[in-house]
């Protein structure tokens, strides 16, 4: 089943159930789905690009919620919350970091990486290695940790 497929029903299931923090994230995926298949790229949207966009949607709602938790603005945060909830559930299983460490040891050692001068390379690896399976700002602050 691709990712639009289960969106759709779990749209379906959400709209039954009357679950309005449900219909809203769920809606949002599908929305980026309607513009990823119509930006003209040709490409559908499968593989890679299935992880990214709820991926992207998530960054960006905790982006949100940290400026909204910033301002005291309780309420907006919740909604955020709700959402991030909601769109994780169409995200691979996130890895603890004792396994981030294992999985980032073993790239460093494929790369051959010695020092911080080798980040770049590290993190390009690491980041085809991990698809989604990791947040990026906790993968980099690994990574920098152990090469130094």
Known sequence: MTLE????????????????????????????ILLANTDGSGLAVEGD???????KLVKTRRDSLEIYEQQNREDLAVVEREEIAVIE????KQLDEAELEAVLKE??????ATGPQDMGKVMGAATKELAGRADGKLVSATVKRLLS
């Open 5 to 32: 497929e289960r969106i759709m029903e779990d749209l379906k299931e959400a709209m039954r159930n009357k679950d309005e923090a449900a219909k809203r994230g769920i809606r949002a995926i599908k929305a980026a």
């Open 107 to 112: 790239v460093i050692a494929k790369v051959g």
């Open 89 to 92: 559930r169409y995200l691979p």
């Open 49 to 55: 690009r299935e992880i990214k966009l709820p991926q």
